[in-house]
């Protein structure tokens, strides 16, 4: 399966604060100083980040023009470390595709990211019999094996759906593909206690042609590697 090299030195840290969305206070390991930290993930990420919560930080590629020199990469939670950094979803998943190493998607190249439809940007557009829009969706919530998306209410994602819907009536094959990133859950589900709405759009995407796959990827070591399939349920929990 597709595995990404993740580049430069890990610091680790404990969560101390989530201070807004996208920003939380950390205490580095090495001098025990608090700092501010960039957290790429909208989500709650309230089972992840709990005080003392060690958490993988890696320094900024653009630091030199932001106020926060670290990013959030992952927590360690259950044993396992679990990438919060939610754009790995969109870069493990383009290396599959890139590599050709998803049968779901054989006969189909990658030919743009990020492309543009109606109000939305998706992640990928392939090229095959039919072209192929794409996007990726990061999930780091899983309980008593079932992971959930979304954890946090998402008018985006709902809007995602809506324009894979839209495209998928107009001739184009869509899809939607959830990367999980730990290797306990053996089902996904949507998250209607969370956000209904999302849950509702996924289920109408799906009967109207959108296809909705999982995939698990875990860390180790400086990479992370796809390690499986997950089955989507639509069904909802009981």
Same mark, same amino acid.
């Given at each position: 399966?597709?595995?990404?090299?993740?580049?430069? @030195?890990?610091?680790?840290?404990?969560?101390?604060?989530?201070?807004?969305?996208?920003?939380?206070?950390?205490?580095?390991? *090495?001098?025990?100083?608090?700092?501010?930290?960039?957290?790429? +993930?909208?989500? &709650?990420?309230?089972?992840?980040?709990?005080?003392?919560?060690?958490?993988? $930080?890696?320094?900024?590629? *653009?630091?030199?023009?932001?106020?926060?020199?670290?990013?959030?990469?992952?927590?360690?939670?259950?044993?396992?470390?679990?990438?919060?950094?939610? &754009?790995?979803? +969109?870069?493990?998943?383009?290396?599959? $595709?890139?590599?050709? @190493?998803?049968? @779901?998607?054989?006969?189909?190249? $990658?030919?743009?990211?990020?492309?543009?439809?109606?109000?939305?940007?998706?992640?990928?557009?392939?090229?095959?019999?039919?072209?192929?829009?794409?996007?990726?969706?990061?999930?780091?919530?899983?309980? *008593?094996?079932?992971?959930?998306?979304?954890?946090?209410?998402?008018?985006?994602?709902? &809007?995602?759906?809506?324009?894979?819907?839209?495209?998928?009536? @107009?001739?184009?094959?869509?899809?939607?593909?959830?990367?999980?990133?730990?290797?306990?859950?053996?089902?996904?589900?949507? +998250? *209607?206690?969370?956000?209904?709405?999302?849950?509702?759009?996924?289920?109408?995407?799906?009967?109207?042609?959108?296809?909705?796959?999982?995939?698990?990827?875990?860390?180790?070591?400086?990479?992370?590697?796809?390690?499986?399939?997950?089955?989507?349920?639509?069904?909802?929990?009981?």
């Amino acid at each position: 399966m597709a595995r990404l090299k993740i580049e430069g @030195e890990m610091v680790r840290g404990r969560f101390l604060a989530r201070t807004s969305r996208f920003s939380v206070i950390a205490e580095v390991a *090495d001098g025990g100083e608090a700092h501010s930290c960039h957290l790429p +993930n909208p989500g &709650r990420l309230r089972e992840l980040l709990v005080p003392g919560a060690e958490l993988l $930080l890696r320094p900024a590629g *653009d630091r030199h023009r932001r106020k926060t020199k670290l990013d959030v990469f992952a927590a360690v939670a259950d044993g396992e470390t679990i990438v919060v950094d939610s &754009r790995v979803a +969109n870069q493990i998943l383009r290396g599959a $595709l890139s590599s050709g @190493e998803l049968p @779901e998607f054989a006969g189909w190249k $990658l030919e743009r990211s990020e492309p543009a439809r109606g109000r939305s940007r998706l992640d990928f557009l392939l090229a095959g019999e039919r072209p192929c829009l794409l996007e990726a969706k990061c999930c780091t919530l899983v309980r *008593d094996g079932i992971a959930l998306f979304p954890d946090a209410p998402t008018e985006r994602g709902r &809007r995602h759906l809506q324009e894979l819907a839209g495209a998928h009536r @107009e001739g184009y094959r869509a899809a939607i593909v959830f990367v999980v990133m730990r290797g306990d859950a053996s089902a996904l589900m949507p +998250n *209607d206690d969370t956000d209904p709405a999302f849950g509702a759009a996924l289920r109408e995407a799906v009967a109207g042609g959108v296809e909705a796959m999982a995939l698990a990827a875990r860390y180790r070591d400086g990479w992370i590697e796809l390690s499986g399939r997950v089955a989507v349920d639509l069904s909802g929990l009981k």
